[in-house]
């Protein structure tokens, strides 16, 4: 750069991004007559571009309520003095995308950060609710680097089935597995089936959705209170347009993604993760958002934190209540105040205050019995602990807040199924050789193994054991699990089997042993026999000839470094985080 391109302003609006035609003149002339084509005049040109990402799809009824957002943040924009512009991207739905949402969380980041490259926007508002559209929207937007802010679609409303209160999807699992143990029969099952999902929105439980919206409140990256109001409220609307001119005042101060995007404010997050119960996937994605502006997430310091950091939160699965109780407890300032001590306070916010002085802002609390005081958890430790041992070298992850503790310290002979389809084949077989107290064992369905990681980490109770009353075993997966999941579960083994880990020599028979209290997970064969299964058993790993499981399949990471692809990553890696 010469020394009078230093002094040239940077390009702001319109003539942000300038198309290569090789005469930036009429790149601007020819973009501008364009858009005037839309009604646009230059006053309204002039003005700073807020774009906004929609991630409205007829395939996705968390998003159900983007429209409204979008006019709502607009208007927001609009007062605020900008110009918004609405574009579309790719929209990924939980239930509705096969092989699983996670095949296409980088595939969306990607789209997300190239189209706020390509186009000309000062800030960009990014609108996402079901699980994996806000991990790739901050992935993307953590590569795309301009100033950037979440917002959350919110979380459904809750219904009613025979006079109980319902809501997905931790009692679509619950009432799922009353039908395969004959408790209920098909006729109440599709009953309960209409009142699960009672509005458009997010599961309004502690799912990995609302666990990404406390994430990204927790990191700095929505308003405050941004989080927990439902998706089909005026509370919801208000946060949209108080979003839109957030923007602007972004756009103006050059509030960039990076100086939002710290250590103190991942650290921050993995607090929140921990007191909420939260989804064991937003250890995945917290590693990939870190990935992307160069910090590795800690495992180890992670546990530690863990240990000291209660769950606070009383919401299913882990407790009893739902999301719109949890909006209606005061949302995250609740929950925050709490946890005030372990925090880090001098974390910069999209507001441009630090999250100690928005807590300041947000004033004292009320009583209510959504968020348990700091000595009265609903749970001692973090909901989540990270275990090691010769059967995950790199890690494994369990949610014990969500856990039957008289399994979480547990030895019990393996029945191994290899891959998701033997599972499906032999699971419910009557000649299953299984009992109450085996390990249950699915190999293959990590990053790669899959593809892309699924959430059969959740493996049904055997019918039979189902019939006979067994509500939970201990089971071991490279895969995920739903948030909305509940069990003694152990998920995120790394590396996984499909790359020749440990995990792939295990064989029905082997004694297995699970010990929460000592963070431990361990194959009780020698090393010397693992060795020589890992000599007779040579791995070959998934390939594919073309497209995008053919880049999925070269580049994908593991789950401790988010699952992202490598090449997406930050080029250097300067720190980690937690840092203590």
Not at 57 to 81: D, F, T
Not at 480 to 496: A, K, N
Request: aromatic share 4%; net charge neutral; with cysteine.
């Amino acid at each position: 750069m010469s020394q009078d391109d230093s002094k040239k302003p940077t390009a702001t609006g319109m003539q942000k991004g300038l198309t290569s035609y090789g005469d930036q003149g009429f790149s601007l002339f020819l973009r501008k007559a364009f858009i005037k084509g839309a009604g646009f005049t230059d006053k309204a040109l002039d003005r700073p571009v807020i774009g906004i990402a929609n991630t409205g799809s007829a395939y996705n009824p968390c998003h159900g309520n983007a429209p409204q957002l979008i006019e709502a943040v607009k208007r927001g924009v609009m007062l605020a003095g900008g110009l918004p512009m609405d574009f579309p991207t790719i929209s990924v739905h939980e239930s509705f995308a096969a092989p699983t949402s996670m095949y296409l969380r980088n595939l969306m980041s990607m789209d997300t950060e190239e189209m706020i490259r390509a186009q000309p926007m000062d800030a960009v508002v990014l609108i996402g609710g079901c699980d994996k559209t806000v991990p790739a929207q901050l992935m993307g937007a953590a590569s795309a680097g301009i100033p950037a802010i979440q917002l959350i679609t919110g979380s459904m409303l809750t219904g009613s089935h025979r006079g109980e209160r319902v809501g997905a999807c931790t009692d679509c699992r619950r009432y799922w597995a009353k039908f395969r143990a004959d408790e209920i029969d098909a006729e109440e099952v599709a009953a309960v089936n209409n009142q699960l999902v009672a509005s458009v929105g997010t599961c309004s439980v502690m799912g990995t959705a609302s666990t990404m919206a406390c994430i990204a409140e927790a990191l700095g990256m929505t308003v405050p209170g941004g989080a927990s109001p439902p998706a089909v409220t005026a509370d919801r609307i208000r946060v949209a347009e108080e979003t839109g001119a957030r923007a602007v005042q972004m756009a103006h101060d050059r509030l960039t993604i990076d100086k939002i995007l710290t250590p103190d404010a991942f650290e921050n997050a993995m607090r929140v993760l921990l007191a909420i119960g939260g989804s064991t996937n937003g250890i995945v994605h917290l590693a990939a958002i870190a990935g992307r502006v160069g910090l590795d997430i800690d495992l180890h310091a992670l546990d530690r934190m863990g240990r000291e950091t209660p769950v606070l939160l009383d919401l299913k699965p882990s407790g009893q209540h739902y999301m719109e109780d949890f909006h209606h407890a005061g949302g995250m300032a609740t929950l925050l105040r709490e946890l005030k001590p372990l925090l880090k306070l001098n974390a910069m916010t999209v507001t441009g205050r630090t999250l100690g002085e928005e807590l300041a802002a947000a004033g004292p609390g009320f009583k209510q019995d959504v968020v348990r005081p700091f000595d009265q958890p609903i749970y001692p430790q973090g909901g989540i602990a990270v275990l090691h041992g010769n059967l995950a070298p790199g890690g494994a992850i369990i949610k014990q807040s969500a856990a039957d503790p008289k399994l979480m310290e547990h030895e019990g002979r393996a029945v191994v199924f290899e891959n998701a389809q033997d599972l499906a084949a032999r699971i419910d077989a009557p000649d299953l050789d299984v009992n109450a107290d085996d390990i249950l064992v699915l190999k293959n369905i990590g990053p790669k193994g899959a593809p892309g990681m699924p959430e059969a980490g959740y493996i049904p109770i055997p019918m039979k054991l189902a019939r006979a009353g067994v509500k939970d075993m201990v089971r071991i997966s490279d895969g995920r699990m739903s948030g909305t999941g509940y069990g003694t579960i152990v998920l995120h083994v790394t590396p996984e089997a499909a790359i020749g880990g440990p995990f792939a020599q295990v064989r029905s028979g082997d004694r297995i042993r699970l010990s929460v209290k000592n963070r431990e997970i361990s194959l009780l064969v020698s090393d010397q026999e693992l060795a020589q299964r890992s000599r007779d058993n040579v791995i070959v790993e998934p390939t594919a000839k073309r497209g995008y499981l053919k880049l999925f399949l070269q580049t994908v990471t593991q789950a401790d470094q988010g699952v992202d692809f490598d090449f997406l990553r930050a080029p250097d890696t300067h720190g980690k985080t937690p840092k203590n």
